[in-house]
């Protein structure tokens, strides 16, 4: 599913639970999302006065000092990260015009391969025909074995060359199917956390990060592939000037 589908799932979902992931009754934003740098340890949730809700380290691996750290400072942080891949709407809409121009010279690239390919199968289709026929009219100059043989290699090659035609028309899809979607949702990712419920920007956080941990107060982070790549973009400009770039 992609990034977009997951995102509008979750929100349609939403409204039906509107409760939030919970520790006992008590919904907890980040429960079961971040482990301690220190000792690899899940970072636990606790409800201090009645209204704060705060995190600390298990210490289920190993003892040592831990802090309490307040879910809005959590939060706070995981805001300032997310607004790392904020693109301006024109820089967006220059990125989505580099990305189409890639996509376009390599649709077309990949339709003079796909015609090679499909060509290359039409061929060894006329050979197994006729090798067929040589071995029904009993009149090919090579032994029947040899033919049935051959028979079975161009069979072997029309599947290798059917593999690689799917594969071309698939990959036409694959990625810009839905990449105009993918970059509006993870250039505003920062904006979209801060608006979202709870369910939402568990999600969020599941689909931006590959690992979340906390080092004392702050929390150290890797992007998820994709808006690592995103991330790439924003931090180096290149791409401007570039018609042949891909993410």
Request: include cysteine; charged fraction near 30%.
């Amino acid at each position: 599913m992609s990034l977009y589908n997951k995102v509008q799932a979750v929100k349609a979902q939403n409204g039906q639970r509107g409760k939030g992931i919970k520790n006992g009754k008590l919904p907890f934003l980040y429960r079961g999302l971040i482990k301690c740098a220190e000792c690899n340890s899940s970072i636990t949730p606790e409800r201090k006065k009645n209204k704060y809700h705060y995190y600390r380290c298990t210490q289920h691996y190993k003892k040592h000092d831990f802090k309490y750290v307040n879910e809005n400072d959590l939060t706070e942080q995981i805001c300032e990260v997310l607004d790392k891949v904020r693109m301006s709407k024109p820089d967006l809409e220059r990125l989505l015009s580099v990305l189409r121009d890639s996509h376009s010279l390599q649709k077309s690239k990949n339709g003079e391969l796909l015609n090679h390919f499909q060509a290359e199968y039409k061929k060894l289709a006329n050979r197994i025909s006729k090798a067929q026929d040589y071995l029904f009219d009993d009149c090919s100059a090579i032994s029947a074995e040899d033919t049935k043989r051959k028979i079975e290699e161009y069979r072997e090659k029309q599947i290798d060359l059917q593999l690689k035609i799917e594969d071309l028309q698939k990959s036409d899809e694959s990625f810009y199917k839905n990449v105009e979607s993918i970059l509006k949702i993870v250039t505003n990712a920062g904006e979209l956390f801060k608006s979202s419920g709870m369910d939402e920007k568990r999600e969020i956080l599941k689909l931006a990060f590959q690992n979340l941990q906390l080092d004392g107060y702050d929390l150290v982070y890797e992007w998820s592939p994709t808006f690592e790549k995103v991330a790439y973009c924003v931090s180096n400009q290149k791409w401007h000037a570039r018609k042949d770039s891909n993410l």
